[in-house]
């Protein structure tokens, strides 16, 4: 592997789903090799939140079509080294003396210097892509149902003033195609942060009745939805956009999106609260119109 002194483009945030660019290196990684190329619109697998999984595709070279069967982080000292992936990267997402690279796991190697194409698989990101949107609607919807639950200011309020559950009690979220799975903690410093529990069992299908009638009415509102973009380098911090008819909501975003609330036919959710009282887990679903 030669010198690598720059990290990977993306254009994904944009919405690509197709692109063509030439091999910086490729490696043996675990589950094949992996390949790494200028510019891509493949999203990986972020390994500081590592929410949205990586895109599947193809890569085409020489006549051969080569299935893409994942997409990680990995990175490299500029100074010379070995690339590494997820969890053995030791430094924090985006330092400047690290090249950050999307790296795409393919069954063999494929030479440097050449010229591939790259296709991602359109149906299954878009169903993430929806998956996502719902997500972060599902975060303010659930902000603004909860909002009475607060004995004092919160610590933190969301984009449209609300206290911001969400991002105080957040332990964990994951998106599936078409949804998400999201985990919070209740416990005692959310508690003192003065979020109040008690009580939550017995209001699980009020709150889920609310969270479901706000996202109900931001799908017809048809809101435009885009990500901010301050570059094309991977580790870029990129904002999630959306203009609900309560104010503009902006929320930090990796990930791939739909472009209008609109493209959501329906989104519901199903809450679930642990006999302890101390975790709740927020599952959202919804069908692409």
């Known amino acids: 592997m030669g ?3 720059e990290s990977t483009t993306v ?3 944009a919405g690509a789903v197709t692109g063509r660019s030439r ?10 090799w992996g390949v790494v190329v200028a510019e891509t619109p493949f999203h990986p697998l972020d390994t500081a939140w590592p929410d949205q999984p990586g895109d599947t595709g193809v890569l085409r070279w020489d006549e051969l079509e080569l299935p893409v069967a994942d997409c990680v982080t990995g990175a490299v000292p500029l100074a010379g080294g070995a690339l590494l992936t997820g969890e053995d990267v030791p430094v924090r997402r985006g330092d400047p003396d690290w090249a950050w690279l999307v790296v795409h796991v393919l069954e ?17 990101r878009r169903a993430l892509s929806a998956g996502h949107t719902g997500c972060h609607l599902m975060a303010l919807a659930l902000n603004g149902a909860l909002a009475d639950r607060w004995r004092k200011d919160a610590p933190r309020t969301d984009a449209l003033g609300r206290p911001d559950f969400d991002q105080l009690a957040i332990t964990g979220s994951r998106i599936v195609p078409n949804g998400s799975v999201d985990t919070y903690r209740i416990g005692k410093s959310l508690r003192k942060r003065g979020f109040v529990a008690e009580g939550l ?3 699980l299908d009020e709150i889920t009745t609310a969270v479901n009638g706000r996202l109900a009415e931001w799908i017809a509102a048809d809101a435009g939805v885009r990500l901010d973009v301050p570059s094309e380098e991977l580790t870029a911090r990129r904002l999630w956009r959306c203009d609900l008819p309560e104010g503009k909501a902006s929320l930090p975003c990796g990930g791939t999106h739909l472009r209008r609330t609109g493209q959501l036919g329906t989104a519901r959710v199903r809450l679930e609260l642990s006999d302890a009282g101390d ?11």
């Open 3 to 5: 010198d690598i002194k």
């Open 11 to 13: 254009t994904f945030p």
């Open 23 to 32: 091999v910086v290196a490729a490696l043996p990684v675990d589950g094949g």
């Open 108 to 124: 063999r190697r494929v030479p440097e210097d050449e010229v591939v194409e790259l296709d991602v698989e359109p149906v299954r």
């Open 201 to 203: 069992a017995d209001e």
């Open 279 to 289: 975790e709740l887990v927020v599952e959202t679903r919804v069908e692409s119109a």
